[in-house]
């Protein structure tokens, strides 16, 4: 009884949503102060080996998920395909979903006293034996789950736990027929039906749209394996709003791509209701400046749409949420939605030719399809972005306010995804990016279908019924799943045509290792046939050859090495890849308002993987004996590795060191007690988490001496800290110091930080550079 009242207190001050996050993942997310012991489990190396378990038996059960679940057997994946093969689809029932969901009574919005509720002397030692806290953790998180369970018992919602019988999420089978594409037909479209017929059937239109051209395109065996075995070669251009592209391609070189100056909506070959609403959805992003000629694009959309139109793989690493996030989201939202559009509409002209056959005649083949219906993956990092994403489709379907179109679940959609104002953080003085990044609902954890048919759109639509689908890097690694589980499925992949990451940057402050385990299983020959009509497959899908038909596009904040690694060793389109390399000329140092000498210590390592080891012996050997005098007082160590804070905690505690630490799991009670230890010299060395700087931007005041322990991952956090010594109140600004260690594997965060021409310099000499920075450069 003591423990489920303690499970009781736990919960006490949690909303609904914060209490389905800590039932399914065992920890509250990391952007809120409250953070229970429990949230631990969820770090890089923890999540792989003890969450993966409890998330398949408590996780969000998908529509994706067959009624018969069998385990991965060494069988060709193609003669199963072949060994359930039917001439006509079979729809399969589906259970119908009960869409209103009972309001737990009596809940609190109001915050738990983190002060009251933690041990005082969690900030010495909370964190000290891993195993102990890991097992202290894991039954903390049990007791929670079991009061959760008595509360669901109770009324709370259950939606999301499979273990309580429910129904599968996204089912739907009141709209399965009308949203079903074997089942209907292109005549049953109105308006502009007509001519995209006659478009469909131009052989001019067939010869010149990049969507024909693209998928029509079959590949010959020998090109195949040029693309899996022969290098890209490569070519540079420079476009007036993008600056710098490189252009690979593994096949023949084909012609480097030339930026339009004027683009005519009517050439793009969009489909036809796009060419008239896309001007009114982007009117917010133009300006008097735009030419006449060109009265529908940004010049960076201009740019951008013309690599996507071309259905090349595309990078770009200067998306910023404060200016071009929006631009750049509605550019690929029209490029997905065209796609769509124009895929279901091959289909549903098929469909009509297909019935007007007269009996007797030869079947033609019509080969249109994939082995699964889902064509369109976007992986966005919060609710609110997919909650965007979704009202730009709505605006771009509605070609006028008398003409809106059908949505179903939508007020479902917007209760889920939409953000209440009762749950934001308390109000903090935050820079403006950080408000941009970290606006709406932040719920990490989330997979949605939509399907798009005849003027109509289904929002929870199955994922086998799903034209697009929207989801977090969680939320599709909750479903995949891991090798040996028997609740996991990824068929719904198998047909990906264009993949979308955007934001990829902010993946690097979650969990990387999502993104890398969805590349993994995307665009693999499926396990079951899920009512496909075979005689509708394309022949690249039956060959296994859809990873080289895909188009990934790919946004970030930033260039890091493991998205470069993901674009380069995850995207094979055999049409080449288009990579945005732009140096930066000026680094963030030179917003660094404060006068403070930098010293960069260079590290020699001997290969990559050893640069982790190298890193931390040089610390320990040459950089903290410096700082051990208690003159060398008030030293805050930045440190964006979650994994060298781990082994610096545990060094200094060995050592018996006098410091002080936080990071993203360190409850708020402990974080100002090592605010204020730090702050008035009671604790000489603090150890400071890059992944916590990144969700809270709190100001440490006292600092004297800076340390980075490496580069950031986000060049104006460099600024940003080094700015924080304006906060201290006492000390003589001549006294203040920072010390930053690099290596020559370090050269594209170093070019953030300082600039292209000293970062040449840096890493051709091997001494100690000194730079002085006044305030003023």
Request: one cysteine or more; hydrophobic letters at 35%; charged letters at 30%.
């Amino acid at each position: 009884m003591g423990k489920r009242r303690g499970g009781r207190e736990l919960l006490r001050g949690l909303s609904k949503k914060q209490k389905q996050h800590l039932r399914a993942f065992g920890e509250e997310h990391p952007f809120y102060d409250k953070v229970f012991a429990c949230c631990l489990i969820d770090c890089y190396w923890c999540l792989l080996h003890l969450c993966l378990p409890l998330q398949s038996e408590n996780s969000d059960k998908s529509s994706a998920e067959s009624d018969s679940e069998t385990e991965v057997k060494q069988v060709s994946v193609y003669r199963k395909l072949l060994a359930t093969l039917k001439t006509s689809p079979e729809s399969e029932s589906e259970e119908e979903e009960d869409e209103s969901e009972p309001e737990e009574p009596g809940e609190s919005e109001t915050e738990m006293d983190s002060e009251g509720s933690q041990d005082t002397g969690e900030g010495e030692g909370g964190e000290e034996d891993k195993n102990g806290v890991l097992e202290q953790e894991q039954g903390t998180t049990n007791t929670a789950e079991q009061t959760l369970g008595q509360e669901q018992a109770d009324g709370a919602d259950t939606s999301c736990d499979p273990s309580h019988g429910v129904i599968e999420e996204f089912t739907d089978v009141k709209h399965e027929s009308e949203f079903s594409l074997e089942t209907n037909f292109m005549e049953e479209e109105s308006g502009d039906c007509s001519a995209d017929k006659r478009d469909s059937n131009s052989s001019q239109a067939s010869s010149e749209d990049p969507f024909k051209q693209h998928m029509d395109k079959e590949l010959e065996e020998k090109e195949v394996e040029k693309l899996s075995t022969l290098p890209k070669t490569s070519s540079q251009s420079k476009w007036a709003r993008l600056g710098q592209l490189t252009f690979s391609s593994t096949l023949e070189t084909h012609k480097t791509l030339k930026a339009d100056k004027e683009v005519d909506v009517k050439q793009l070959y969009l489909h036809k209701p796009l060419e008239s609403t896309w001007p009114k959805v982007n009117k917010q992003f133009l300006s008097s400046v735009n030419k006449p000629s060109d009265p529908s694009f940004t010049p960076l959309q201009r740019e951008l749409f013309c690599i996507m139109n071309a259905y090349r793989d595309l990078f770009y690493p200067e998306r910023s949420a404060l200016t071009n996030g929006e631009e750049i989201r509605h550019a690929y939202c029209l490029h997905a939605l065209n796609h769509v559009l124009k895929a279901n509409a091959q289909v549903l002209s098929n469909n009509a030719k297909r019935r007007d056959q007269k009996p007797g005649t030869d079947r033609e083949d019509y080969r249109d399809q994939g082995l699964t219906r889902p064509k369109v993956l976007m992986i966005v990092p919060f609710r609110e972005c997919a909650l965007r994403i979704v009202h730009i489709f709505i605006s771009l379907l509605e070609v006028n306010d008398k003409r809106k179109i059908d949505v179903s679940n939508k007020k479902r959609f917007k209760g889920e995804f939409g953000s209440d104002p009762e749950e934001k953080p308390p109000n903090l003085k935050r820079p403006e990016d950080y408000e941009a990044v970290f606006a709406g609902n932040i719920d990490d954890h989330f997979r949605i279908g939509v399907a798009i048919l005849q003027k109509s759109m289904r929002l929870y639509a199955p994922f086998y019924s799903s034209d697009i689908i929207i989801a977090s890097p969680l939320g599709m690694r909750t479903i995949i799943g891991a090798e040996g589980e028997k609740k996991r499925d990824f068929d719904f992949l198998s047909s990906i045509e264009i993949l979308i990451i955007d934001q990829a940057d902010i993946y690097l402050m979650q969990n990387w290792e999502h993104v890398l385990h969805l590349m993994k299983h995307i665009n693999l020959l499926p396990l079951d046939s899920h009512g496909v009509d075979f005689s509708r497959v394309r022949m690249l899908n039956l060959n296994n050859w859809s990873k080289y038909y895909r188009q990934t596009l790919l946004f970030s904040a930033l260039q890091d090495p493991h998205i470069n690694s993901v674009f380069n060793k995850h995207c094979f389109n055999y049409l080449g890849q288009v990579a945005v390399r732009n140096v930066p000329l000026s680094g963030s140092i030179s917003h660094v308002m404060v006068q403070l000498p930098h010293v960069f210590r260079r590290l020699e390592a001997e290969n990559l993987t050893s640069v982790i080891d190298t890193r931390f012996q040089f610390f320990i050997d040459k950089v903290l004996p410096e700082y051990r005098d208690a003159i060398m007082s008030h030293t805050l160590i930045y440190v964006p590795s979650y994994f060298d804070y781990v082994r610096l905690r545990n060094y200094f505690k060995k050592e018996q060191l006098n410091f002080t630490y936080i990071c993203e799991y360190t409850k708020k009670a402990a974080v100002c007690r090592a605010r204020r230890f730090f702050l008035k010299g009671e604790k000489q060395f603090l150890l400071f988490t890059e992944r916590f700087h990144f969700y809270k931007r709190y100001t440490i005041k006292g600092i004297r001496n800076l340390i980075f322990y490496e580069l950031p991952t986000y060049s104006h956090f460099y600024s940003e800290i080094c700015n924080m010594m304006k906060a201290t109140d006492s000390g003589v600004d001549a006294t203040w110091t920072c010390t930053v260690l690099y290596s020559k594997y370090d050269a594209q965060k170093l070019a953030a930080v300082v600039g292209i021409d000293r970062t040449a310099q840096m890493l051709q000499s091997k001494k100690n550079v000194h730079l002085f920075v006044t305030g003023e450069n």
